[in-house]
């Protein structure tokens, strides 16, 4: 068997190895991922699911290093599943070409996503595989990696003061909010709690994003619902699975190239910052108001007391 041919029936990894060019480049890949599908273009294969085997090897555009271990800045993995989902979502198909292609430019759509190999597999014919395997490279003038892609669900964010945290009736606010039907971020206070003081601007700005963090961790004391998370990755995986979120700020305010200024740390405005920077569908404060120059959340805001229930769309609000 000539090179070529035996190339041909390698693992896409070592193809993607095999056809590089000369600049180095890392992958990251997912092999032997399993879903029961329906496809096919036979009569016998409708309205029955088979067994289809993924392989997926994506050449990145950026290095990791040991001295940045951070997930924000790398493709994650779920990129990867979250794309054969979408793909598997969208409609049945008929050909595994097609089903390929898709999943292709959904992680093609990541812009630290330079090549990908993609290879399916139906498991069910025979003794055999019955497959494709397609090589697709990135589409010039992808848009720059943004904040929040422009296609996330746009959260209900919710600030909860520390007597909104405290109330005994927090498992059913929180029943509230997960039936507004979109995600849920929750923002809290720093704990009423004395704070350090420092000498200069910079560590008393770390200081109180930490004191909001402990608040945080208050609060997923409260209900395992209540996770806490601190980087866009995590947060942006969690509202894609309608998840409730506790956001821990200092990252994404230390790391935002437009953050809030400096001397904004009032827990409210940050709040709302975040809002702003995740296309929020709406603002709820139950316990506090905005302080003078907070920012524009560009969504409605309803202040509310700490002990109402409120009213969330598709649900009556109490009077």
């Known amino acids: 068997m000539s090179d070529e041919i035996s190339l041909a029936f390698r693992h896409p990894s070592e193809r993607a190895k095999a056809t590089a060019g000369d600049a180095p480049c890392d992958r990251i890949s997912m092999t032997e991922h399993l879903r029961e599908v329906e496809i096919g273009a036979f009569q016998a294969e409708r309205g029955v699911t088979q067994t289809i ?34 793909a598997l979502a969208a409609e049945r198909v008929n050909l595994l070409e097609t089903l390929a292609a898709r999943i292709a430019d ?11 190999f993609v290879r399916i597999g139906k498991l069910d014919r025979g003794p ?11 589409p010039e003038g992808r848009r720059p990696l943004r904040l ?16 909104a945290v405290a109330r005994p009736d927090l498992s059913e606010l929180l029943d509230r909010f997960e039936a507004a039907g979109a995600p849920v971020i929750l923002c809290v206070d720093r704990p009423d709690l004395p704070v350090p003081h420092a000498a200069h601007p910079m560590p008393q700005r770390r200081i109180d994003l930490l004191a909001i963090e402990q608040g945080a961790w208050v609060l997923a004391a409260r209900d395992r619902r209540c996770v806490v998370v601190d980087s866009r990755t995590e947060l942006d995986w969690a509202m894609r699975q309608g998840q409730i979120s506790v956001w821990a700020p200092s990252k ?8 809030p200024a400096p001397d904004v740390t009032h ?31 560009h ?11 409120p009213g969330v769309p598709g649900l009556p609000t109490n009077t």
């Open 267 to 297: 827990p409210l405005s940050l709040a709302l910052w975040l809002a702003a920077a995740f296309h929020a569908r709406e603002v709820l404060s139950l316990g506090a108001t905005p302080p003078e120059g907070a920012p524009d959340p």
């Open 299 to 309: 969504c409605p805001l309803r202040l509310l007391s700490a002990d109402d229930l």
């Open 128 to 138: 055999y595989t019955l497959g494709v395997e397609i090589v697709r490279e990135a």
């Open 252 to 259: 994404l305010v230390l790391d935002a190239v437009e953050g």
């Open 106 to 116: 959904g992680i093609l759509a990541h812009p630290l996503a330079a090549r990908v």
């Open 53 to 86: 085997r993924f392989d997926v090897v994506v050449e990145v555009s950026s290095r990791a290093e040991s001295a940045a271990d951070d997930v924000d800045r790398i493709l994650s993995y779920d990129t990867i599943v979250e794309a054969i989902d979408a």
């Open 148 to 163: 929040l892609a422009e296609t996330a669900p746009q959260p209900l964010v919710v600030y909860l003061s520390n007597e």
